[in-house]
Nanobody, 121 residues
Framework: QVQLQESGPGLVKPSQTLSLTCTVS??????????WNWIRQPPGKGLEWMGVITYSGSTYYSPSLKSRTSIFRDASKNQFTLQLSSVTPEDTAVYYC?????????????WGQGTQVTVQG
């Protein structure tokens, strides 16, 4: 059973960089052909895909967030990290990490429980 757990600060000040880590257990983030995603849901809005790091370490970002987003991994710790720079109150959301596989199909099969991040001064 794969489990994902987000961790990081719940409160970030405007203009700072938000950093969240997803720790994965029950499976390796380097296993072919799985992709490890960051997704967020602002209050009262739908899910927004932010970006992904693949089993091989390649990254892809949402065009709307690309200039502010970075995702990297520590394979030795089986973790991947999201950094979002220059945050504003509009970045307040529940942030999720989730796994999918374009090769295997079936959409997101495992999710973290989500972590609330609030941006305020």
């Amino acid at each position: 059973q794969v489990q994902l757990q987000e961790s990081g600060p719940g409160l970030v000040k405007p203009s700072q960089t938000l950093s969240l880590t997803c720790t994965v257990s029950g499976g390796s983030i380097s296993t072919n052909y799985y992709y490890w995603n960051w997704i967020r849901q602002p209050p009262g809005k739908g899910l927004e895909w932010m970006g992904v790091i693949t089993y091989s370490g390649s990254t892809y970002y949402s065009p709307s967030l690309k200039s502010r987003t970075s995702i990297f991994r520590d394979a030795s710790k089986n973790q991947f990290t999201l950094q979002l720079s220059s945050v504003t109150p509009e970045d307040t959301a529940v942030y999720y990490c989730a796994r999918d596989s374009p090769v295997v199909g079936g959409g997101y099969d495992y999710w973290g429980q989500g972590t609330q991040v609030t941006v305020q001064g």
